[in-house]
């Protein structure tokens, strides 16, 4: 079976440590349900996600080398 998280397609998926996470709710002045969401069973997380984690993706961006998005883990 294909690790589909592994794939050179798939842009980098981290897990935010909760420091780091006030840091960016308090930049953008939202809760942490304000976030968009992403399924717990999607294939590209990190297997140590869980459900109320907020997942840091950097995705490879035309206009600014990288885009930084953030994804609330849901059931």
Do not use: C, F, W
């Amino acid at each position: 079976m294909v690790d589909v998280s592994q794939h050179e397609l798939v842009p980098e998926h981290t897990v935010l440590d909760e420091d780091v996470l006030e840091e960016v709710l308090t930049e953008y002045n939202i809760d942490r349900t304000d976030l968009p969401k992403i399924k717990r069973n999607d294939s590209a997380l990190p297997d140590e996600a869980e459900i109320g984690d907020v997942i840091k993706i950097v995705r490879d961006s035309r206009t600014t080398d990288q885009a930084v998005v953030y994804r609330l883990v849901v059931e």
